[in-house]
């Protein structure tokens, strides 16, 4: 019987997203007739493997220490198969500065953006900072660039925000992204690598939240967001998307599945892409399932054909 670890990312903010991802994923794998073994993502990692004897691993964490290169390079390192992305891949899409630097290379449409580092922020005074955001239209959005979950997100109406905002996204990290932002309607591409690399039905989302931002909130409080598939868009931008999601992923270099989120603008319909989801979330009710479910395959046999697929190919 082949033996999955589900490796579990409980060091990051978005640990308690994780444990329902693994839990779900776990379900799925044992329904498959997996033998399933969770194993948490910490200081005891590497003796648990061992001790283990796992033929495969899914990691389940978003954010730092798995979702970011850390673990999959460890697991490399041990000579033990995985599913998703490898190394490179899954930390340029983590650092949302890196993955905009190569869309913009690639010709894929993201924000328009200029990042600080803490340590600019300690040496230029606020006066300066607006001096380069001078060609920017208002508002802006403001996060950092290794977080997910939009922790640490803010939308900045006006100059005088914008300190608060930076000082906020500086909680979390030591680069922060401030960029255009984009009014329009919300969506998420899918996208699934076996024989080919294919880009599931296109999720739209409406937050309920008073922002109308799709925030920690609206993204885990059920009720919170409505999920419409296919979106509403024309045949035109709705292909355009599917495709551009496809690139985004083959841009970074991802492999198995990935999640693009973009905002299609309201007044001009483009298409901008906001960013990559390396391990997206494989809750009961999360997106990726969701839209997988709504191409026709069902979540459990996708992991399936995944495993196959790694354990005949590597
Ligand atoms: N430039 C932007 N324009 C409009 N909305 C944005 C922009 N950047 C982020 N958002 C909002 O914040 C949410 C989170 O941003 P995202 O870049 O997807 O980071 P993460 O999901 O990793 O926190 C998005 O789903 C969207 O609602
Ligand atoms: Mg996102």
Same mark, same amino acid.
């Given at each position: 019987m082949v033996k999955v670890g589900v490796l579990i990312g409980i060091k990051s903010s978005?640990?308690?997203?994780?444990?329902?991802?693994?839990? *779900?994923?776990?379900s799925a794998l044992r329904l498959k007739g997996y033998e399933v073994v969770?194993?948490?993502?910490?200081?005891?990692?590497?003796? *648990?493997?061992? +001790?283990?004897?796992?033929?495969? @691993?899914?990691?389940?964490? /978003?954010?730092i220490f798995g979702e970011d290169g850390t673990v999959q390079g460890l697991l490399e390192l041990l000579g033990i198969p995985y599913i998703g992305s490898r190394v490179l891949a899954s930390a340029l899409a983590l650092n949302k500065i890196m993955a905009k630097k190569i869309f913009t290379y690639e010709g894929i449409p993201t924000p328009r953006w200029i990042t600080l580092n803490k340590k600019d922020m300690e040496e230029k005074?606020?006066?300066?900072?607006?001096?380069?955001?001078?060609?920017?239209?208002?508002?802006?959005?403001?996060k950092?660039?290794? !977080?997910?979950?939009?922790?640490?997100?803010? !939308?900045? !109406?006006?100059?005088? *925000?914008?300190?608060s905002s930076l000082e906020n996204a500086f909680k979390y990290d030591y680069e922060v992204?401030?960029?255009?932002?984009?009014?329009?309607?919300?969506?998420?591409?899918?996208?699934?690598?076996?024989?080919?690399i294919i880009c599931f039905p296109l999720i739209e989302i409406i937050s309920k939240s008073k922002s109308g931002i799709y925030d920690y909130h609206a993204k885990y409080t059920p009720g919170m967001s409505d999920h419409i598939i296919p979106a509403r868009l024309s045949p035109?931008?709705?292909? +355009?998307? !599917?495709?551009?999601?496809? +690139? @985004? /992923?083959?841009?970074?270099?991802? +492999?198995?599945?990935?999640?693009?989120d973009m905002i299609v603008e309201d007044e001009t319909e483009k298409i901008y892409v906001l960013e990559v989801n390396t391990i997206p979330g494989m809750t009961s009710t999360s997106l990726y399932p969701e839209a997988c479910k709504a191409y026709g395959i069902d979540f459990p046999e996708l992991l399936h054909l995944l495993i196959e697929k790694v354990l005949r190919e590597g």
């Open positions: 978005e640990s308690e997203i994780a444990k329902k991802t693994a839990f *779900n994923v776990s969770e194993i948490p993502i910490d200081e005891n990692l590497v003796e *648990n493997l061992k +001790r283990e004897k796992i033929n495969i @691993a899914f990691i389940s964490a /978003h954010g005074d606020i006066n300066e900072i607006l001096k380069i955001l001078e060609s920017f239209k208002f508002p802006l959005a403001v950092p660039s290794s !977080q997910g979950s939009t922790i640490g997100f803010s !939308q900045v !109406q006006s100059k005088n *925000n914008i300190l992204i401030i960029e255009e932002f984009i009014k329009g309607k919300e969506i998420t591409a899918s996208i699934f690598e076996y024989e080919e035109e931008t709705y292909k +355009r998307a !599917q495709e551009l999601g496809i +690139r @985004a /992923h083959k841009a970074l270099g991802c +492999r198995h599945f990935s999640r693009v």
